[in-house]
Each structure stands twice: as C-alpha cells, then as structure tokens.
C-alpha cells in the first residue's frame, strides 16, 4: 500500500461507476471512504465490493465527491456544501459551466467547490463496474475558478493525485469546449452512424468488420445520460456538427459530380485531412511517439492468446498497444500488435520462427 497525499474521510454520493471506482482507488490507498446513494442496493453492492462504508452519525469528511447525474449534480452539490461546511467539495459531472453558474445563481459557498471530470469510464455502469485503477493515467480535469484558495483547492488535487491521474487545468468554458470535440460530438456522430444499421438488410450487417465496430463503439451508451449531457452542452456541441455538416456537404458535392474537375482532388484533400487529424491524438506514450504494427493469425482455440503474449515477451518486445478482431464464424482471429519501430524486424521474425502466421 502506497501513501495516500489525503488523510480522509471521503465521502462519495453516487456509487455508479465512477464513484465505485473511486471508491476502490481510495480504500487502497487506506482511506476511510464513506458511501451514500439514493439507491439501497447500488449502495450496498458497492460496500460488498469493498469501495467503502455506509455514512454514519457524526461523519465528518475531509473530501466529498458527488458523482451523480449532470441533471442533478448542482442540487447535490449545493446539498453536501450546506450539510458538511467544514469539506470540500467536488464532482464528476461530464459538463462543467451548467454546474458552475447554477451554483453561483445559488449564492452556493464556492469557496468550497470546484468542479473536476477524469477523462475516464467503460462501456458498462454501475457498481459492479467499477475499478481501482480506472483512473490511472488517464487524464483529470480540474474546472478552476477564482473563488477557491490554493491550500483548499490543492485537496482535490491529492484525490487526483492519488487515484493515478494526471491532472488539468482548465476553466469551465474551455472544458466545456474540449469536451464537446473530443467527446460529446464523436457519441453524436457514433450514434447517428449506429442508427443507419436499424434498416439495413441483414446480409449487408454481417459484413460488418472492425471498421464500423470501432465507429458506433460509443453508439451502445445509455441515452437518458447523453441527452442529460448533450443538453448541458449543446451550443458547443451545436457549433462543432455545424462545421461537420459543411464538411459533409463539401463531400457529398464531390461524391456527385466525381466527373467535374477538381472532385477527386476534394475527395482526397478531406480524406488527407483525417490522416494530418488523427496524428494529433496523443497515445500511450503522447503524441509524438509512433509505432509500427503487425498483424498476428490467432487461431479460435482456448490459450492461443495467452501463447502470442508470452512469445512477444520471450522475444524481448513490449506491446504498446493491441487490437483483436474476429469475424463471426471464423476459424482465426487477427491480432494488431504495436511496438517500437526498431524491434519490429526482430519481433516479426521470432514469432514467425515459433509458427505464427504474420498476416501483414
């Protein structure tokens, strides 16, 4: 057990997936972290997974982290100031300006208060979801205001801290801004995409490969959330798919008239553009460091997977990253191995000395 920056208690309302994980994170940190949600059950499975106690009489919390839906975080929010005035208060919620000026309309004490979002989640909710080390490496925004002090404010950077983030500094508009590009604007665009599938004849969905899996991944996500969220943040939001329709209509009118002169130089000129964006996103190790992949035939067999970690590690490779697909009804599944440029060669002909199949 590492040492912990904050002494404690936290307490965190709202056990979902986020505040189960931090939850976990804390409690292995040895911190006393006490647990309250509206829902009894969500609460007790949360205390049996071990993310904490149950509130009690006389509680008196350094921290607290209200991790509850954006629709109702500002009502939580100024709740906790009011019940518990000597602590500090947080929360989670994925849109930051709503919460901040319904606040401040409040007259809330933001003296106390600072809104935060980690950049971090999985495809399912929920307690039983949640993960110690969710947050680990991942980034954390702090929403900062004027209205808080340093020796305050630098609690929530311990609670950052010690779950393994990385902390960010921005204030509510720019992360609002941020958000609705990198985040809110892709679930939109995931959604709608997903949506063109309903109608689809069925043997043209069974050719679906990774491509399309990986463009509605997010398409899955609970939509009272995301309208929840989309509503909180929809002039950003708005602005950003204003851009994106022009985009669109630049392509389509290339796409009708591919004959005209000058189309398919638009066409390649949008689809470079995506090439020059997509090297922007940082990677494991930021955004300047590339890697060279190849392409690994797994057979469908129990242990096979297992087999090709052990053999890149015996080959003296580290994977930087790893994508699998498999095709319904295969025999065989690819694996997309990242590493450094410079084992690449190495790796490749070591797997291939001990009967991988390299398929590019």
Known sequence: MTE??????????????????????????GIDVILADA??????????????????????????????????????????????????????ASVKLAVYEELKARGADL???????????????????????LFVGRPWVVAAHGGISYQDGSAIDDLILDLGATLVELTPEQHDAAVALVSHVPQVVSSLMARRLIEAPHASVNLAGQGLRDVTR?????????VQILGQNAAPVAEILRGYR???????????????????????????????GVERLPGKHGVDRRYSSLIVMVDDRP???????????DAGANI???????????????????????????????????????AG
Not at 63 to 88: G, H, R
Not at 218 to 226: G, I
């Open 218 to 226: 997010v398409a899955a996500s609970d939509p009272e959330l995301w």
């Open 4 to 29: 912990s920056r904050l002494t404690g208690p936290v307490r965190v309302v709202g056990v979902g997936l986020l505040g189960a994980s931090i939850g976990l994170g804390l409690r292995a940190k």
């Open 320 to 358: 930087e990253d790893l994508r699998l697909e498999h095709s319904p009804g295969a025999q065989v599944g690819l694996a997309e191995i990242s590493v450094l440029p410079e084992v690449l060669q190495h790796l490749t002909d070591e797997l291939a000395a001990r009967g991988w199949r390299i």
């Open 39 to 92: 829902s009894p059950t969500h609460l007790a499975i949360a205390v049996d997974y071990g993310a904490g106690r149950p509130a009690e009489p006389g509680d008196r919390p350094q921290l607290i982290v209200v991790c509850v839906p954006p629709d109702v975080t500002a009502d939580v929010v100024a709740a906790e100031l009011d019940a518990y005035p000597d602590a500090i208060v947080t929360d989670v």
């Open 246 to 276: 022009d985009d669109l209509d630049r392509f389509i009118d290339a796409l009708d008239n591919m004959d005209a002169p000058g189309a398919r130089r638009r066409v390649a000129e949008e689809l470079f553009g995506g090439n020059t």
């Open 303 to 313: 242990g096979q997977l297992a087999r090709l970690f052990n053999d890149v590690g």
């Open 111 to 133: 003296s106390r208060y600072i809104g935060t979002h980690p950049m971090a989640g999985r495809e399912r909710g929920g307690p039983m979801s949640g993960r110690a080390d």
